[in-house]
C-alpha cells in the first residue's frame, strides 16, 4: 500500500460547525468537538481596510472596552451573518485553528442554520464557509442537529418535541422520521435575556451596565421563575449611576432578575404553546408521553423547564450537553451521513 492510499485518510479533516450567535463550535470527524469560543471578533481599521486582531476568546474580553481605532463585533446576530466578510474571517480562523496543518486539505463542513433562515441568508452562510476554504458546504437545520445531539430518536415514527434556545433565536420544531413536521423560529434567546436584565436595571436602579455584566448576572443567578421567599440569592454588580454619571455599586436579587427576565421567558413559552396547537394530534399524543427536550445555552437558565411545565402540563427535560447539543448532533449528521442525506442541503 503505496503512501497515498493511506493519504486520504491521514487529511481526512472534514467537520461540523455550529455557528451560534453567542459561541462557535467546531466538531472534527472522529474527534468530537475540539474547539469552543465566542462568536466574536475584534479588528483594526486603517485607512478603510479592516485587519483581524484578535478572533473569539481574546476578542470578547474587548467587547464594550475597545478604543476608537478599534472595532470588536459580533458577526453573527440572531443565527445568520450580520457582517459577511468578518463572518468570513472568523471561519477562517476557526478553521486554522482546528487544522494545525498546513492549508494542504479542504475539507467538507456541515454548518447548521435555523429553521427560519431565509434562502438568501442560507447562500451567504454557505459562500463564508467555501471562501473560507471548504471543498463542499452542507446546511442542516439546527433543530434536526440539536435533536440529533440530545439523543432523541428522530428516525421513528413518532413524535419529538426539541426546543433550542440559543443566543440569538428559540427553535421550536416537532419532529418525526428524521425530519421536521412543524418548525417555529422566533428571535429570542440568550441575547434578548441580556437586553432585559440591562433596560431593567435602567429603569429600576437608573443604573447602566454594559452587555458582559449583564450576561454574568444571567448565568449567576438567572431564573425564569420568581423564587419561593420572593427574593433568592443576590449579587453585587457595578456599573454606571444615571443620575450623576459616577461609577456605583448596587445590589441585585433573583427576584429581580425573574421580574426583568419575565418577557423573554414568556415569548418562549408561547412560542411551545403555538407549536402545540400546530402539532397533528397523533404526533401530540406522543410529545404526550415522552415530554419536551429543551437544548442550547437558554436552557441552562435557572427553573426554565419549570416555568415551561407550569404553562403546558408537559414532562420538560433538559439534554445532557445542551451547550454542545447542536454541535454534537451537526457532528453525527457528518459521521452518519448516509442515514441523514436527506436532512443534509449541498445544493445551491
Same mark, same amino acid.
Not at 440529533?148 to 422520521?177: C, H, K, Q, R, Y
Not at 449611576?241 to 436579587?253: A, F, H, M, S
Not at 401530540?284 to 429543551?294: E, K, Q, S, T
Not at 450537553?321 to 451537526?330: F, R
Given at each position: 500500500?503505496?503512501?497515498?492510499?493511506?493519504?486520504?485518510?491521514?487529511?481526512?479533516?472534514?467537520?461540523?460547525i455550529?455557528?451560534g450567535?453567542? *459561541?462557535?463550535?467546531?466538531y472534527?470527524?472522529?474527534?468530537? =468537538?475540539?474547539?469552543? @469560543?465566542?462568536?466574536?471578533?475584534?479588528?483594526?481599521?486603517? /485607512?478603510?481596510?479592516k %485587519?483581524?486582531?484578535? $478572533?473569539?476568546?481574546?476578542?470578547?474580553?474587548?467587547?464594550?472596552?475597545?478604543?476608537?481605532?478599534?472595532?470588536?463585533?459580533r458577526?453573527?446576530?440572531?443565527?445568520?451573518?450580520?457582517?459577511?466578510d468578518?463572518? @468570513? @474571517?472568523?471561519?477562517?480562523?476557526f478553521?486554522?485553528?482546528?487544522? %494545525?496543518?498546513?492549508?494542504?486539505? #479542504?475539507? %467538507?463542513?456541515?454548518?447548521? $442554520?435555523?429553521?427560519g433562515?431565509?434562502?438568501?441568508?442560507?447562500?451567504?452562510?454557505r459562500?463564508? =464557509?467555501?471562501s473560507?476554504?471548504? !471543498? !463542499?458546504?452542507?446546511?442542516?437545520?439546527e433543530?434536526?442537529?440539536?435533536?440529533?445531539g440530545?439523543g432523541?430518536?428522530i428516525?421513528?415514527?413518532?413524535? *419529538?418535541?426539541? $426546543?433550542?434556545?440559543?443566543?440569538?433565536?428559540?427553535? =421550536?420544531?416537532?419532529?418525526?422520521?428524521? /425530519?421536521?413536521?412543524?418548525?417555529?423560529?422566533?428571535r429570542?434567546?440568550?441575547?434578548?435575556?441580556?437586553?432585559?436584565?440591562?433596560?431593567?436595571?435602567?429603569?429600576?436602579? *437608573?443604573?447602566?451596565?454594559?452587555?458582559?455584566?449583564?450576561?454574568?448576572?444571567? &448565568?449567576?443567578?438567572?431564573?425564569?421563575?420568581?423564587p419561593?421567599?420572593?427574593?433568592?440569592?443576590?449579587?453585587?454588580?457595578?456599573?454606571?449611576?444615571?443620575? *450623576?454619571?459616577?461609577p %456605583?455599586? &448596587?445590589?441585585i436579587?433573583q427576584?429581580?432578575?425573574?421580574e426583568?427576565?419575565? @418577557?423573554?421567558?414568556?415569548?418562549?413559552?408561547?412560542?411551545?404553546?403555538?407549536?402545540?396547537?400546530?402539532t397533528?394530534?397523533?404526533?401530540?399524543?406522543d410529545?404526550?408521553?415522552r415530554?419536551?427536550?429543551l437544548?442550547?445555552?437558554?436552557?441552562?437558565l435557572?427553573?426554565?423547564?419549570?416555568?415551561?411545565?407550569?404553562?403546558?402540563?408537559?414532562g420538560?427535560?433538559?439534554?445532557?450537553?445542551?451547550?454542545?447539543?447542536?454541535?454534537?448532533?451537526?457532528? #453525527?449528521?457528518?459521521e452518519?451521513? #448516509?442515514?441523514? !442525506?436527506?436532512?443534509?442541503?449541498? /445544493?445551491?
Amino acid at each position: 500500500m503505496g503512501i497515498f492510499d493511506k493519504m486520504p485518510g491521514l487529511f481526512s479533516s472534514d467537520m461540523a460547525i455550529d455557528l451560534g450567535t453567542a *459561541n462557535t463550535l467546531v466538531y472534527v470527524k472522529g474527534r468530537g =468537538v475540539i474547539l469552543s @469560543e465566542p462568536s466574536v471578533v475584534a479588528y483594526h481599521v486603517k /485607512d478603510g481596510v479592516k %485587519k483581524v486582531l484578535a $478572533v473569539g476568546e481574546d476578542a470578547k474580553l474587548m467587547l464594550g472596552r475597545t478604543p476608537g481605532s478599534i472595532e470588536a463585533i459580533r458577526p453573527m446576530r440572531e443565527g445568520v451573518i450580520a457582517d459577511f466578510d468578518v463572518a @468570513e @474571517e472568523m471561519i477562517k480562523h476557526f478553521i486554522r485553528k482546528v487544522h %494545525k496543518r498546513s492549508t494542504f486539505s #479542504k475539507p %467538507k463542513i456541515i454548518v447548521c $442554520v435555523p429553521h427560519g433562515a431565509t434562502p438568501v441568508e442560507k447562500r451567504a452562510i454557505r459562500q463564508s =464557509v467555501l471562501s473560507a476554504g471548504a !471543498r !463542499r458546504a452542507g446546511l442542516i437545520a439546527e433543530p434536526i442537529a440539536a435533536a440529533i445531539g440530545a439523543g432523541m430518536p428522530i428516525t421513528d415514527p413518532t413524535g *419529538n418535541m426539541v $426546543v433550542d434556545i440559543g443566543g440569538g433565536t428559540t427553535e =421550536v420544531a416537532v419532529l418525526s422520521l428524521g /425530519d421536521i413536521v412543524y418548525a417555529r423560529s422566533v428571535r429570542v434567546g440568550g441575547d434578548r435575556m441580556d437586553e432585559a436584565i440591562i433596560s431593567y436595571l435602567r429603569r429600576q436602579q *437608573n443604573l447602566l451596565i454594559g452587555e458582559s455584566t449583564a450576561e454574568r448576572i444571567k &448565568t449567576s443567578i438567572g431564573t425564569a421563575r420568581m423564587p419561593d421567599d420572593g427574593r433568592g440569592a443576590s449579587m453585587q454588580v457595578r456599573g454606571r449611576d444615571l443620575l *450623576n454619571g459616577v461609577p %456605583k455599586e &448596587t445590589e441585585i436579587t433573583q427576584a429581580q432578575v425573574a421580574e426583568a427576565l419575565a @418577557e423573554p421567558v414568556q415569548q418562549i413559552c408561547e412560542a411551545v404553546m403555538t407549536a402545540l396547537e400546530a402539532t397533528p394530534p397523533d404526533l401530540a399524543a406522543d410529545i404526550v408521553d415522552r415530554g419536551v427536550m429543551l437544548t442550547g445555552g437558554g436552557a441552562l437558565l435557572g427553573d426554565l423547564d419549570l416555568a415551561l411545565r407550569e404553562q403546558t402540563g408537559l414532562g420538560v427535560s433538559i439534554a445532557d450537553e445542551s451547550l454542545n447539543c447542536v454541535a454534537l448532533g451537526t457532528g #453525527k449528521a457528518l459521521e452518519y451521513e #448516509k442515514q441523514l !442525506r436527506h436532512a443534509i442541503d449541498y /445544493d445551491s
